[in-house]
């Protein structure tokens, strides 16, 4: 097979022009010839009835049997390249997807795990289909595959990538809260930088093993580690946390430890944390003892602050060439004190005071040309290519200075 063929956005693609160019074909046909005889035999011009003939027999055999043919032109043409979706050429790279309330696990021959697909480029790729709680439906548009996952049955897709890139993954069945963000990417990498990441070991990437696991079963789509209590409660500082839950409907005071978070990952609906909706599912067999203690160590002992060093970030992106940290008037105002400081600036050509806090930081980050600051040049550069996070890190740090 040709490496650079996108075989089955090819296949659903021609079918689509040839339904959609022969559908266009008969109703520009049908519409000039209407516009035709209606302007031809208009009443003005022929009041009475013109023609004699009561029945063709020719006639009629011809517009049954053509319309018929197209029809059956547009099913036959359509269910070759259907069953070229369903037959998978020989040697392809399997690999498992888990779809789950709400994030896409992907689940390796050798034991890997991710949460985006890593698949190599130029090769046939099956992906085997299930679900853990309710129909999902893996949904990849760029290769034209879409089949829903249902629990308790196993279906699949297969693609073949014609180059490196990501692709967009979704859910495209409606499964709840968190349906919309049930989005991730198929990562496609050319064959040898596919090998290295399939062979590389956990211990190679220097992210806690821990923390590699709560993303890669997709924990972190409803957790957060910085203390924001979205859908769930967050992770962040919960060693030793005194936490209300409810258990077997009586209220209880508890100490986050080592056994209750084993508890509420191998059995969520035994202890339910209040003011949280009891939504997330059993981790059973998918994660083993040992991946468990890892996790439960991440959560208890791994860094519960954002993992983003706010300083480094301030060095690497070179805020220091015009903002000085002692109070010294460089390019641009110190950093020094700045957390609750006033600051006259001028924002659309009116002069305003302000208290400088979080807000008005990450504006002036963002977007710095929106509020001059009196006294500066407006030179300073947008820095949007910072994640919002980044920014948080860096904000963070600005207020302690
Ligand atoms: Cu899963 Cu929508």
């Given at each position: 097979m040709n490496p650079l063929t996108?075989?089955?956005?090819?296949?659903?693609?021609?079918?689509?022009?040839?339904?959609?160019?022969?559908?266009?074909?008969?109703?520009?046909?049908?519409?000039?010839?209407?516009?035709?005889?209606?302007?031809?035999?208009?009443?003005?011009?022929?009041?009475?009835?013109?023609?004699?003939?009561?029945?063709?027999?020719?006639?009629?055999?011809?517009?049954?049997?053509?319309?018929?043919?197209?029809?059956?032109?547009?099913?036959?043409?359509?269910?070759?390249?259907?069953?070229?979706?369903?037959?998978?050429?020989?040697?392809a790279f399997e690999v498992k997807a888990n779809g789950r309330m709400w994030s896409w696990q992907f689940q390796y021959e050798n034991g890997r795990t991710s949460n985006k697909l890593y698949v190599p480029t130029g090769k046939p790729i099956k992906v085997k289909l299930t679900s853990s709680d309710v129909i999902h439906s893996f949904f990849m548009p760029g290769f034209r595959i879409k089949r829903d996952a249902v629990p308790g049955m196993e279906s699949y897709v297969w693609f073949q990538a014609p180059e490196t890139g990501s692709y967009d993954i979704f859910c495209a069945e409606?499964?709840?809260?968190?349906?919309?963000?049930?989005?991730?990417?198929?990562?496609?990498?050319?064959?040898?930088?596919?090998?290295?990441?399939?062979?590389?070991?956990?211990?190679?990437?220097?992210?806690?093993?821990?923390?590699?696991?709560?993303?890669?079963?997709?924990?972190?789509?409803?957790?957060?580690?910085?203390?924001?209590?979205?859908?769930?409660?967050?992770?962040?500082?919960?060693?030793?946390?005194?936490?209300?839950?409810?258990?077997?409907g009586l209220e209880q005071k508890i100490i986050v430890d080592a056994e209750y978070l084993r508890r509420a990952i191998?059995?969520?609906?035994?202890?339910?944390?209040?003011?949280?909706?009891?939504?997330?599912?059993?981790?059973?067999?998918?994660?083993?003892?040992?991946?468990?203690?890892?996790?439960?160590?991440?959560l208890l002992e791994g860094e519960s602050k954002p993992l983003i060093d706010g300083n480094k970030l301030i060095e690497e992106n070179g805020c220091l060439g015009c903002h000085s940290t002692d109070g010294s008037k460089l390019i641009g105002p110190s950093f020094k004190g700045l957390g609750g400081r006033s600051s006259e600036v001028k924002r659309d050509g009116q002069e305003l005071k302000l208290k400088v806090g979080a807000d008005y930081l990450r504006r002036a980050i963002r977007n710095p040309g929106h509020e001059i600051v009196a006294d500066y040049p407006a030179i300073m550069p947008a820095y949007d290519h910072l994640s919002d996070e980044e920014i948080e890190a860096i904000v963070e740090e600005l207020l302690k200075k």
């Open positions: 996108n075989p089955t956005a090819q296949g659903v693609d021609a079918v689509l022009i040839y339904i959609f160019g022969v559908s266009l074909l008969l109703l520009l046909g049908i519409t000039v010839a209407t516009i035709y005889f209606v302007i031809k035999y208009r009443r003005s011009k022929y009041p009475e009835p013109t023609s004699e003939a009561h029945g063709s027999l020719w006639l009629e055999a011809v517009w049954t049997l053509l319309p018929t043919l197209i029809v059956l032109t547009m099913f036959w043409y359509g269910w070759t390249h259907y069953l070229g979706l369903r037959d998978v050429p020989a040697g409606y499964c709840g809260t968190g349906h919309a963000d049930m989005i991730t990417t198929a990562e496609v990498l050319s064959a040898e930088d596919f090998e290295r990441w399939y062979e590389k070991s956990a211990a190679a990437t220097g992210v806690a093993r821990g923390r590699e696991l709560l993303e890669e079963h997709g924990c972190l789509g409803c957790h957060s580690f910085d203390g924001s209590n979205s859908i769930a409660p967050t992770f962040g500082k919960l060693k030793g946390l005194e936490r209300e839950i409810s258990h077997e191998r059995a969520p609906g035994a202890d339910l944390v209040e003011d949280f909706p009891p939504i997330m599912p059993a981790y059973g067999d998918e994660i083993s003892e040992t991946d468990l203690d890892e996790i439960i160590n991440y």
